[in-house]
């Protein structure tokens, strides 16, 4: 499963510290073996089931967040680094934690993903945060699952928490607001 995870994750490479990385990597290795879905299903399902008929898979949607979130955070660096500290490192582990819970959120019925039982009750950003914790996932890196979604509105985001959420949000908004390509996929 690890290979597996790697070949799912290529950007878990990009963490700097070694045991960090290693953190994370056991993290969505734990999430997989607790989880109804396989890493072939995050190829296939929509990233969100809050848009009907989502044509971004988990995948492409997760993977453009750590993008984003590693893009902004080293804009702000060059430009605003005199300023506010940004630690690239927890920017990256965080984004690609921030919807590990997912996979103890959702299940597949009649092939399609479904938030099941658990997940009505326990949202991502909490099951996230609890597989992250057994992992040895920093605090810090832990607040940025926590807060990336709606439930951290009601938290003071740190700047790495801040600039996830905002690459979270900018890549959903648009297809909330019904922009996705109809038959995408
Ligand atoms: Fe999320």
Redesign the pocket.
């Known amino acids: 499963m690890r290979d597996r995870v790697e070949r799912l994750w290529p950007e878990i490479a990009w963490i700097g510290d070694e045991d960090l990385r290693e953190a994370v990597l056991r993290t969505w290795v734990l999430a997989f073996e607790r989880s109804p879905l396989g890493p072939d299903d995050l190829e296939r399902i929509p990233f969100t089931l809050l848009v009907p008929d989502c044509p971004a898979t988990f995948m492409e949607h997760k993977r453009s967040v750590v993008h984003v979130a590693r893009r902004s955070a080293e804009a702000m660096r060059e430009l605003l680094g005199r300023a506010l500290p940004v630690d690239m490192d927890v920017v990256i582990a965080g984004a690609i934690l921030?919807?590990v819970g997912k996979l103890l959120e959702y299940e597949i019925r009649d092939g399609r993903a479904v938030q099941s039982e658990r997940g009505e009750r326990l949202r991502?950003p909490f099951t996230g945060v609890a597989l992250a914790l057994e992992c040895g996932v920093p605090d810090a890196v832990c607040h940025v699952i926590a807060a990336?979604?709606a439930e951290g509105d009601l938290v003071r985001r740190s700047t790495e928490a801040t600039i996830v959420h905002h690459a979270?949000f900018m890549t959903y908004e648009p297809f909330r607001a019904g922009h996705g390509k109809r038959g995408a996929r």
Do not use: E, P
């Open positions: 921030a919807d991502h990336h979604a979270d």
